[in-house]
């Protein structure tokens, strides 16, 4: 079975600081790298996405680096605020048919942001 | 407002009483899926539709039934639950990339 294995499991940071989530699958039969964000009560929601020919991409506040050959990919959020305070979820999308292009998504990573 | 709608949010029942999940998306998406979360374990896919008629299992469809009559509707029965089916359940929907989630179903079987 793929797996996305994601740490940490929890992150406590100070406003301001620089928030780190990684994340590492096992194959190389993904071809979408999502980020989703989780408040309390809600649904996960799409953050930012990134496919395999770039190496990183920016969004406000938020990157995503990916490095191929390691086959790991990691979320970074600058500038912590409260206000990001949510569990956060790697996942990635197969490519083979068998699998529907279905979204293996890892264990997720609560963070706290510190006021 | 494009939505996914799932009902009942918080549901508490007995081992062997049979229930079911409602879940509606208003966004004409083909496909939908429902997802278990737990503690530790993330979300992990029960079972998805491609589109009416069409239905597969995910990675844990073990005590769980769908079944996709139109395309706005993917309902999850779960016909004799059991403790170890106690979680939040989550309905998604999507067109192409991006997986639109409802608000969650919290179960619990005593």
């Known amino acids: 079975q793929q797996q996305v294995k994601q740490s940490p499991q929890s992150l406590i940071v100070q406003k301001g600081g620089i928030s780190i989530i990684n994340c590492a699958y096992e194959?190389?039969?993904?071809?979408?790298f999502p980020w989703y964000q989780q408040f309390p009560g809600k649904g996960p929601a799409l953050l930012i996405a990134?496919?395999?020919?770039?190496s990183e991409k920016k969004e406000g506040r938020f990157t995503i680096s990916f490095n191929k050959s390691a086959k790991q990919f990691s979320l970074h959020i600058m500038d912590s605020q409260p206000g990001d305070s949510a569990t956060y979820f790697c996942?990635?999308?197969?490519?083979?048919?068998?699998?529907?292009?279905?979204?293996?998504f890892g264990s997720g990573t609560q963070l706290t942001v510190l006021p | 407002e494009a939505q996914v709608t799932q009902n009942p949010r918080y549901l508490i029942t007995v081992t062997g009483k049979k229930l079911t999940v409602t879940c509606s998306q208003n966004?004409?998406?083909?496909?939908m899926s429902w997802y278990r979360q737990d503690p530790g374990l993330g979300l992990r896919q029960i079972y998805y539709?491609?589109?009416?008629?069409?239905?597969d299992k995910g990675d844990v469809p073990e005590g769980y039934k769908v079944s996709r009559k139109e395309k706005r509707n993917f309902p999850l029965i779960l016909e004799s639950p059991s403790p170890n089916q106690t979680s939040l359940y989550f309905c998604?929907?999507?067109?192409?990339?991006?997986?639109?989630f409802g608000e969650g179903s919290r179960l619990t079987v005593l």
């Open positions: 990134i496919r395999p020919d770039v």
């Open positions: 539709s491609m589109n009416v008629e069409v239905t």
């Open positions: 996942a990635a999308r197969g490519i083979s048919s068998g699998s529907a292009r279905q979204l293996t």
């Open positions: 966004m004409n998406h083909e496909y």
């Open positions: 194959n190389t039969a993904f071809d979408y």
């Open positions: 998604a929907s999507k067109s192409t990339g991006e997986l639109f």
